[in-house]
């Protein structure tokens, strides 16, 4: 199975920027697609950014388009995710999830999450 841990999280002014990072452990990488996920509090979770493992394509939600970025870097088995001109609505418990592969914006569909880090952005 996959292991996901982030990290990265913290708080951080509106306007400003944060880089979280999803740190994969497991058997094999290359068939995966790391999704990103949000999950306010008494909200339902909701996808954010995908990438597949070979790094493209990606996939962004609209509210973070042209703000957030994924990548990843293979060498390091980690997915970032590179959050610019934060506004206090972004405010959530980021997820990093797995799918074994293909690109899906459903939570459900996911194989493997991490435990989730914090990101509160104060305006």
């Known amino acids: 199975h996959v292991q996901l841990v982030e990290s990265g999280g913290g708080l951080v002014q509106a306007g400003g920027s944060l880089r979280l990072s999803c740190a994969a452990s497991?058997?094999?990488?290359?068939?995966?697609?790391i999704g990103w996920f949000l999950q306010a509090p008494r909200k339902e979770r909701e996808f954010v950014a995908a990438?597949?493992?070979?790094?493209?394509?990606?996939y962004y939600a609209d509210s973070v388009k042209g703000r957030f970025t994924i990548s990843r870097d293979n060498s390091k088995n980690t997915v970032y995710l590179q959050m610019s001109t934060v506004a206090p609505e972004d405010t959530a418990v980021y997820y990093c999830a797995a799918r074994r592969t293909g690109f899906c914006v459903d939570y459900v569909s996911y194989d493997y999450w991490g435990q989730g880090t914090q990101v509160t952005v104060s305006s």
């Open positions: 497991g058997r094999t990488f290359s068939s995966l697609t």
């Open positions: 990438i597949s493992w070979s790094g493209a394509p990606t």
